[in-house]
Each structure stands twice: as structure tokens, then as C-alpha cells.
T-cell receptor, first 116, second 113 residues
Framework: DADVTQTPRNRITKTGKRIMLECSQT?????MYWYRQDPGLGLRLIYY???????NKGEISDGYSVSRQAQAKFSLSLESAIPNQTALYFC???????????????FGPGTRLTVL | AQTVTQSQPEMSVQEAETVTLSCTYD???????LFWYKQPPSRQMILVIR??????QNATENRFSVNFQKAAKSFSLKISDSQLGDTAMYFC??????????FGGGTRLMVKP
């Protein structure tokens, strides 16, 4: 969805480095999510936020932190990157009302992260 | 907890033929939604089709249709008249009332000319 953007699109970093992935949306949605995709495992939820002051851990939050700077912005940080965090990372958004009526989420284009 | 299982890691089909991708799920909720997402080489997650659990009628979107068997907790995707552009990863996903999405491991579909 073009209304959900992620930066950078690709990143190569070294073990131990701090890295931040950013997500912005112009859909006006209140809910934002971070997922990671690994081969054979599909997408797994890292963190989610239902509004600026509400942040929750997902299935695989260890080694990650997040910041919801504004309703439109949700950042994912790796404080000290390790090779098994090499993956494709997706940001997604949804709306409280939409969640009840529809259930869908809208995805950004993904960030390919490689940790050497 | 809810789970989604896709038992076919890879499939192939000849162009213009029909293919069915399988998905089973488990949830304790009565109200939920099921989705099929397509991920082409561009990596973008594209919603293909959506089914509401309380609707018995199977969803259809052009060449894409589902076979939703609620009692069996099965949600398969049928692609008719397969096209080369259908080559992609396909993910089955389940959304509960709290809007939490759970994904299956994916099926890689190759459409052969």
C-alpha cells in the first residue's frame, strides 16, 4: 500500500550495531504493527501499537524495541544487531473501526535487513 | 492462541490451468476473518481475497475463489486460468476480533508457460 512507507528499503549492517527501521503512514489509522518474515515461517508479530501511548509485545519481541513518535510514525530498533535478525521486516496499519468490520491490515513495502 | 498451517511449501501449475492452495487454522473465536495474501518478487504484500467467518458463502474475486469449511477449519484458495503473473508466495492469514493477524508459513507457487 503506497500510503504506508518504510525506510530504508534495504540495509546491510554488522553484528553489534544499532539500527532503526522507520515506518510512516498517511492512512490516518490508529493501529500499527511490526512483523518479521523468515523463510517457511511466514510473518511473525514483533510489536504492535493501538495508539500513541499503547505499545505491546508480540510473539517475538526479544532483541527489539519500538517507538511510536506520533500516530503516523512507528519505529523499530535493534539495539545490538545479530546475524539471526537477518530477515524481511514489514510495517502494517489498521483502524479500530476497520478491525471490527473488516479485519484487514495494510502493509508497507518491507525492509530487507542483513546482519553480517 | 491461534495457528495457521499451510502444508504445501511449493506448488507448480501450467499456465491456464487451475490450482488449489491449502490452509488449515485453529482458533477459539467465533468471529474472525481469513485472508489470502500474495507476495510477488517485489516483496509487496497484496491482499487477494478475504472471508468473514460468519458468512457461509465462499468469497470470490475474479479468478480467485475460496473453499471455506468452517467446521473443518479449512480455507483453501483456488486460482483458475493461472497466469504467469500469479507466480508468487501465497500466505494464508487469520485475524481475530482484536485485529491480530496470524500467518501460515506460505506456499511458493510457480506458474509454468
Amino acid at each position: 500500500d503506497a500510503d504506508v512507507t518504510q525506510t530504508p528499503r534495504n540495509r546491510i549492517t554488522k553484528t553489534g550495531k544499532r539500527i532503526m527501521l522507520e515506518c510512516s503512514q498517511t492512512k490516518g489509522h490508529d493501529r500499527m504493527y511490526w512483523y518479521r518474515q523468515d523463510p517457511g515461517l511466514g510473518l511473525r508479530l514483533i510489536y504492535y501499537s493501538f495508539d500513541v501511548k499503547d505499545i505491546n509485545k508480540g510473539e517475538i519481541s526479544d532483541g527489539y524495541s519500538v517507538s511510536r513518535q506520533a500516530q503516523a510514525k512507528f519505529s523499530l530498533s535493534l539495539e545490538s544487531a545479530i546475524p539471526n535478525q537477518t530477515a524481511l521486516y514489514f510495517c502494517a496499519t489498521s483502524d479500530r473501526t476497520l478491525a471490527l468490520e473488516d479485519g484487514r491490515q495494510f502493509f508497507g513495502p518491507g525492509t530487507r535487513l542483513t546482519v553480517l | 492462541a491461534q495457528t495457521v498451517t499451510q502444508s504445501q511449501p511449493e506448488m507448480s501449475v501450467q499456465e491456464a490451468e487451475t490450482v488449489t492452495l491449502s490452509c488449515t487454522y485453529d482458533t477459539s473465536e467465533n468471529n474472525y476473518y481469513l485472508f489470502w495474501y500474495k507476495q510477488p518478487p517485489s516483496r509487496q504484500m497484496i491482499l487477494v481475497i478475504r472471508q468473514e467467518a460468519y458468512k457461509q458463502q465462499n468469497a470470490t474475486e475474479n479468478r480467485f475463489s475460496v473453499n471455506f469449511q468452517k467446521a473443518a477449519k479449512s480455507f483453501s484458495l483456488k486460482i483458475s486460468d493461472s497466469q504467469l503473473g500469479d507466480t508468487a508466495m501465497y500466505f494464508c492469514a487469520l485475524s481475530n476480533a482484536g485485529n491480530m493477524l496470524t500467518f501460515g508459513g506460505g506456499t511458493r507457487l510457480m506458474v509454468k508457460p
